[in-house]
């Protein structure tokens, strides 16, 4: 089937925008539930897993990227939907859950989650290293997140495993990996300026660090548009709040996310 999601992005540059929902979940039931609504609909199903979820050491979840890969294949099977039809993605993938530790030890683990996600054949990846770990100054400077995703970046593109090459979301303007949390009581859209930035510095980033064809598949950058959901509380989407952000993305590659 062709690439859904670098015919997204075409479709936005030629004026046909369009999205596909994410399904961020390790629960057999959630999965199944998705399975068999894209089996309905007769479209394609993208399934994340977070940092915490999955990882090399097992997770909150006990599964590595391979194991979680296995178990929605099996999953897949017993509901009938084509394999061709589920697409793997990891998201938040970086230091997050080793965020306590020095810069190099946590980030020689994130090198590792990000090589294992990719070696298991995850397309979607999101590369966020933008959380600070012990010892790094808070906030981190756009410039050195951009040059850890970048690293990241350039550790993926080793590891992937053959077939179609991994496809990037940067940025990470939303909760923390895990959703949002009781104490957000108010949501400000990203400014259009700082989006501006993100783009900027991690598109010199990618290039320094010799991975210019990895960019060119860098799809999407998060924001925060000023919608967001918890357990306790529901944030509505102020669209003309986010004009901004639509205005300032207009005419430039990677499109929102």
Same mark, same amino acid.
């Given at each position: ?12 540059r ?8 994410? &399904?961020c979940?390790a ?11 894209? !089996?309905?609909?007769?479209?394609? !199903?993208?399934?994340?897993?977070t ?11 006990g ?5 979680f890969r296995?178990?929605?294949?099996? !999953?897949a099977l017993e509901?009938?939907?084509?394999w ?8 938040h &993938? ?6 306590? $530790?020095?810069?190099?030890t946590?980030l020689? %683990?994130?090198g ?7 070696? *298991?054949?995850?397309?979607k ?5 933008s959380m ?19 690293w990241?970046? %350039?550790? *993926?593109?080793?590891?992937a *495993?053959?077939?179609?090459r991994?496809?990037?979301v ?14 957000e009581t ?17 598109? *010199?980033?990618f290039? %320094?660090?010799?991975q ?8 999407a950058?998060v924001v925060?548009p000023?919608v967001?959901?918890? $357990?306790?509380?529901v ?7 986010a ?14 996310y």
């Open positions: 089937m062709p690439d859904q999601l670098l015919a997204l992005q075409e479709g936005w030629q004026g046909r925008p369009g999205g596909i929902a994410s &399904l979940s629960h057999p039931m959630v999965l199944r539930a998705g399975l068999r609504q894209a !089996l309905e609909d007769g479209t394609p !199903l993208l399934i994340e897993a940092c915490n979820q999955v990882n090399q050491f097992g997770g909150y979840t599964m590595t990227p391979a194991d296995d178990g929605v294949r099996a !999953l509901e009938g939907l084509p061709e039809r589920v697409i793997l993605g990891g998201d &993938l970086g230091p997050n859950p080793w965020r306590g $530790e020095p810069a190099g946590a020689d %683990k994130a590792s989650l990000v090589e294992a996600f990719a070696a *298991a054949g995850y397309r990846l999101h590369l966020d290293a600070p770990c012990a010892g790094d100054p808070v906030p981190l400077p756009d410039a050195l997140v951009a040059e850890r995703a970048a990241l970046c %350039k550790m *993926a593109e080793a590891a *495993a053959p077939g179609p991994p496809v990037y940067i940025g990470t303007e939303v909760p923390t990996p895990g959703g949002a949390g009781a104490h108010a949501l400000t859209p990203t400014a259009p300026e700082a989006l501006a930035r993100t783009l900027d510095v991690t598109e *010199a980033a290039l %320094k660090a010799g210019a064809p990895a960019w060119e598949r860098v799809v950058v925060q000023g967001e959901f918890g $357990e306790t509380g944030h509505a989407y102020d669209r003309a709040g004009l901004g952000l639509s205005a300032a993305v207009a005419g430039r590659r990677p499109w929102l």
